[in-house]
């Protein structure tokens, strides 16, 4: 019934139909069984390169979740995400991330830290900095090479507790970035709230840059805000060369998106990052310099 209806790309979310209740009762049930009887056996996690503009090299890769049903259908997580907050189940998501994503890292390269998703609903229900010391101790990651995104949401549980928890991440060594800064929820309260040391510019700003007038200005104001908060911004849903010299234009000096790597199966990330350097080597040679 409702499961039928979702789309199975999860790598176009913009494009689907939201999914109803019927489907999202269906969801929460899946997911229960999939999290807490299949001792999460049926998601695997894809990672998605973030480019550092002045040293032309990837600095990191986003852990991003994946979830296949038993029947081979693929559910997206701008689909299951939000039923696992609102259902108190995104904690086994994340802790279960969490730990892959740091497992993983520690075979790639010293210079890739390994960006991983964190519900705010999350940091309100488990002891995060707990959480993350145990990762780190279990792979071995330097604390440096983890960073942690957090989703920019107008209810933050229990701000408080966040901003603690944040304030010990940071002294461990960990980066903190809001994720999805600018997508209209209260961007610049949360980030004077909360001791960020990184944001993420929403896709949907990268999207208007080129085809909405207002687009460059509002970007050139949120990235002012941040530079003068002391924050380094990384500018998502990078899809075009015309979004790249726009971002690039503005001072934006690390990116990541379609333009330079889809998220890929751990096998495949060395590849993608050779890719994604020899690209952006490409887009920031001099006009007519020979290749
Ligand atoms: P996000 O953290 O903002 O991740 C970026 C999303 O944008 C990813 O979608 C990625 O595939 C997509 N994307 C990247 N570049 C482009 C581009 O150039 N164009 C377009 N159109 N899309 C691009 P994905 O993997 O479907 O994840 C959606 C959201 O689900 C994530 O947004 C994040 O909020 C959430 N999520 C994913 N994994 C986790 C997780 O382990 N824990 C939690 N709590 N949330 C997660
Ligand atoms: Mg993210
Ligand atoms: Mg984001
Ligand atoms: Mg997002």
């Not at 390994?114 to 792979?139: C, F, G, I, R």
């Not at 903190?176 to 709230?193: E, Q």
Request: with cysteine.
């Amino acid at each position: 019934r409702g499961i039928t209806r979702l789309a199975l790309s999860p790598e176009a979310p913009a494009e689907r139909a939201p999914v109803d209740i019927a489907g999202r009762m269906t969801l929460h049930n899946l997911l229960r069984e999939a999290l807490l009887t299949a001792g999460c056996n049926p998601f695997h996690l894809h990672f998605q390169p973030i480019l550092d503009l002045p040293s032309g090299r990837v600095m990191a890769f986003e852990a991003l979740v994946r979830w296949t049903l038993l029947d081979g259908q693929r559910v997206a997580p701008s689909d299951f995400v939000p039923v696992a907050e609102q259902s108190g189940l995104v904690p086994h998501i994340d802790r279960w991330v969490l730990m892959q994503a740091c497992r993983a890292a520690c075979s790639w390269p010293e210079a890739w830290a390994v960006s991983v998703n964190m519900s705010p609903a999350t940091v309100a229900l488990l002891d995060v900095v707990e959480l993350v010391q145990e990762a780190l101790a279990v792979s071995g990651l330097p604390p440096s090479r983890l960073r942690l995104e957090i989703t920019e949401t107008m209810q933050v549980p229990n701000p408080q507790r966040m901003s603690e928890a944040m304030q010990a991440l940071r002294a461990l060594g960990v980066t903190v970035a809001l994720d999805d800064f600018g997508n209209g929820y209260a961007s610049v309260t949360n980030l004077r709230r909360f001791p960020f040391n990184a944001v993420k510019l929403d896709r949907s700003l990268t999207a208007g840059l080129g085809t909405d007038r207002q687009a460059l200005p509002v970007v050139r104001a949120m990235l002012d805000l941040t530079q003068a908060l002391g924050l380094r911004a990384v500018a998502e849903g990078v899809e075009t060369d015309g979004q790249f010299r726009l971002l690039h234009g503005l001072g934006v000096s690390r990116m990541q998106g379609f333009l330079f790597g889809h998220p890929v199966p751990e096998e495949e990330v060395v590849q993608t990052a050779s890719e994604a350097e020899t690209l952006l080597a490409a887009l920031l040679r001099p006009e007519g310099a020979p290749g």
